[in-house]
């Protein structure tokens, strides 16, 4: 039996449109998945046996959006991608500890049994992780540094008067009330930049990008060089081989959620085209 909540989420800078469903996995005879024509379903095992708690993602270019369909395994290894349209899918395996398994060609009624590959590097492991972890490498200034003392100081202008006030520009009261940070293209400074003498310099030069730069630069001067500082170390250590505490696989009802993503929107959209 199925039972099954749907929700339609927009996401705020991104072009793809996802669903969730929730999915109780059910056992046929035998012990083997019970599934239907449209399902692809089976068991995913790593060098240890099976591998709980990791997503398998059912992606295809065949329909007239990019479309992809991820679920989560039991504790027994086991999958089922319920529902999908007819169309030839690239099938796959991706978890935390783990780095994406190679891609397996499946249509729907196929039984597939899929292999968990083990990342070989703390970094490989961590290329995987939800923006935010690496968002909370950042480093805070200490509450002992507030109200700042401004630009012959620490670098922090005096109105901004407690660490709370600092954490709010950091989060949603300023960074992120437009996009995520921690996502690789934030956490690293791409070469096609341009040559900086420091990450300082670049992180001064990018912010000022695109028509979102006036209000990026805006932000950031609210507090003062020091927070430019900051975003400097921060892309500086993680270059470095820095990577955040690893996440939790899924647990419990978590590993029902069923996540149906297909794009809607190209990248010459702007963020507000989708509104
Ligand atoms: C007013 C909305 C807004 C705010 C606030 C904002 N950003 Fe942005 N940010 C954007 C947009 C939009 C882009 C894409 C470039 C463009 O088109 O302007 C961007 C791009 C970036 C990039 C470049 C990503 C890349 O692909 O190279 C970085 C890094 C970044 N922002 C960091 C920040 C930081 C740090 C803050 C806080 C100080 C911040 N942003 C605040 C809207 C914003």
Redesign the pocket.
């Known amino acids: 039996m199925r039972t099954r909540l749907t929700f339609l989420l927009l996401t705020g800078?991104c072009t793809a449109l996802l669903a969730f469903t929730s999915i109780g996995a059910t056992q046929g005879p035998g012990g083997a998945i019970a599934m239907d024509g449209d399902d692809i379903a089976g068991v995913v095992t790593g060098p240890k046996g099976p591998e709980a708690g990791v997503w398998v993602i059912a992606e295809t270019t065949d329909l007239p959006t990019k479309f992809s369909r991820t679920v989560v395994t039991d504790d027994q290894g086991r999958y089922l991608i319920p529902d999908l349209p007819k169309a030839s899918y690239q099938v796959w395996v991706r978890g935390y500890g783990l780095v994406d398994s190679p891609k397996s060609t499946a249509t729907p009624g196929a039984r597939l049994a899929l292999e968990a590959v083990v990342a070989p590097t703390p970094q490989a492991a961590a290329h995987y992780y939800p923006a935010g972890f690496w968002y909370s490498l950042l480093e805070i200034p200490a509450e002992r540094e507030f109200p700042g003392t401004g630009g012959t100081g620490n670098g922090i202008q005096p109105a901004i008067t407690s660490q709370q006030q600092y954490l709010r520009?950091?989060k949603s009261g300023?960074?992120?009330?437009?996009?995520q940070?921690g996502?690789i293209?934030?956490r690293e400074?791409?070469k096609d930049?341009g040559h900086f003498n420091s990450s300082l310099d670049a992180?001064q030069r990018?912010?000022a990008?695109?028509?979102?730069?006036g209000?990026?630069?805006?932000?950031?001067n609210q507090?003062g060089l020091r927070?430019q500082q900051e975003?400097a170390n921060w892309t500086d250590r993680i270059k470095a081989g820095a990577v955040p505490p690893a996440p939790p696989r899924p647990q419990g009802l978590e590993r029902n959620v069923v996540i149906t993503q297909w794009d809607w929107a190209d990248p010459k959209h702007?963020?507000h085209d989708e509104v």
């Open positions: 800078a520009v950091v300023g960074c992120t009330t437009c996009h940070l996502t293209g934030t400074i791409p930049l992180w990018r912010i990008s695109g028509q979102a730069g209000a990026m630069v805006g932000t950031i507090v927070m975003f702007y963020l």
